[in-house]
């Protein structure tokens, strides 16, 4: 699991679902979140805010080493702690011990520039913020939200009182007690609502992946019915007959060569009845798979266009055309991030052309070299038709099927 995860994540951004897309968003922002609040609230007030003492400039260095790594921690964490609240991979022993040892720092250091006077109380305040946030934006994905607000309001007391007590500013005690719950509402929100997003994004991945497999399972099921259907009443049948004509042959009776000639007729039948199932279950109407992929794609919130009436096209050509429809609709669903699709029949001189064109960058059939594109080309070269797929002008992803036609078709209009 954890291979296939970090594999999607060096792949293509056009090659992402909506899903992988979402998720490298939210790590991105996460990343990008920390750096930026600790470079407001910590590493430039730092510059002007401390007093002109080499004491000040000491603590103002360690503070400042010691805020870049809890940066590259909380980054190089996010997605561990990601993974872990996704419940695709359990936390690591001690994976919290770091972030809390440099957060432990951190505070030590603050309330000793409090103390000795080495920065201003507003500096205070805001490294305070600013340090809490690598570790609370981890801490929150981790433990449940009742444990994570009792202990925050707890660190708040605790702070409030300890830098209180420091710097020796009563007023200043509103002010460190507001950005320290600030800063622990602000990373339980941040981290957690996007990570609960993603969970939301991921379980409607995986429902509509079942939901697929479970239209296999389906129709694996009807062929299996159909064929219990034909072949079961026939297959008693022949076995009681050749029975019967066993006791008669050892009888030395002439009715079971008769019997014989009736099973014979009845596995005959039989062959033809399967092929007749099997040949139903190859086939598919051009018609149905076009109202029926404009009414799956619209369902998914893709706009969809079909342009085409077909009518009158040879059954082979129709069957071939139908699959091609069903395979490319099924791809633009589960590959492609297209927000529009059209589907578009025509037919020129003495061939018709089936058109499926998406604007998203992926979309073809097994990603565009597996078993669904040869199945369609070997489809098609029954009809002597050819199969191209490719990425067209303007981004757009497009799929065009050829058969040529060898009578006058009327009755398709473009």
């Known amino acids: ?25 939210s790590v991105v922002t996460w990343h990008g979140t920390v750096w930026f609040i600790m470079a407001c609230w910590v590493l430039l007030p730092l510059l002007g805010a401390l007093a002109h003492r080499p004491v000040a400039a000491v603590l103002g260095t360690l503070l400042a080493l010691v805020a870049v790594a809890q940066c590259v921690l909380a980054n190089r964490l996010t997605r561990t702690v990601l993974d872990h ?16 040892v440099l957060l432990g720092l951190a505070l030590g250091l603050i309330v000793a520039i409090a103390a000795l006077d080495a920065g201003t109380p507003m500096l205070v305040r805001m490294a305070l913020s600013g340090c ?50 600030f800063q622990a509402v602000f990373a339980l929100l941040a981290g957690r609502c996007g990570a609960w997003t993603l969970a939301v994004l991921w379980e409607a991945e995986r429902a509509r992946e079942v939901e697929a497999r479970l239209a296999v399972v389906e129709e694996r099921l009807r062929f299996g019915r159909d064929l219990h259907d034909v072949l079961g009443r026939n297959l008693s049948v022949i076995s009681l007959k050749s029975e019967l004509a066993v006791q008669l042959a050892r009888r030395g009776r002439p009715e079971a060569v008769e019997q014989m000639i009736e099973v ?23 018609g149905v798979e076009l109202a029926g992929a404009q009414g799956v794609l619209a369902a998914a919130g893709i706009d969809c266009e079909v342009r085409a009436a077909p009518a009158a096209l040879p059954a082979g050509v129709q069957s071939a055309l139908g699959w091609v429809v069903r395979e490319a609709t099924t791809n633009v669903l589960r590959h492609a991030d297209a927000g ?8 020129l001189e003495g061939s018709v052309v ?3 064109e998406n604007d998203g960058l992926a979309g073809t059939p097994d990603g565009g070299g597996g078993s669904g594109l040869a199945g369609l080309r070997e489809r098609l070269a029954a009809v002597d038709g050819t199969l191209e797929a490719g990425v067209a002008a303007g981004g757009r992803f497009r799929v065009v099927a050829e058969v040529p036609l060898k009578q006058e078709v009327s009755g398709v209009t473009s």
């Open 1 to 25: 699991m954890t291979g296939r995860i970090r594999r999607w994540q060096q792949r293509h951004w056009g090659e992402r679902s909506k899903a992988e897309r979402v998720e490298l968003f």
């Open 85 to 100: 609240y996704l419940g695709r991979a359990q936390l690591p022993a001690g994976a919290r011990r770091a972030p809390a």
């Open 132 to 181: 809490l946030l690598p570790f609370a934006l981890l801490y929150g994905l981790t433990v449940p939200v009742r444990v994570f607000l009792r202990r925050s309001a707890v660190l708040t007391v605790l702070l409030t009182v300890t830098v209180g007590i420091a710097d020796h500013d009563g007023i200043g005690l509103v002010g460190t007690a507001v950005v320290t719950a």
């Open 264 to 286: 014979q007729r009845v596995a005959q039948e039989s062959q033809r009845e399967v092929r007749a199932v099997v040949r139903g279950y190859r086939e598919a109407d051009l």
């Open 340 to 347: 529009r699709c059209t589907l578009c029949l025509r037919v």
């Open 354 to 356: 089936l058109t499926v």
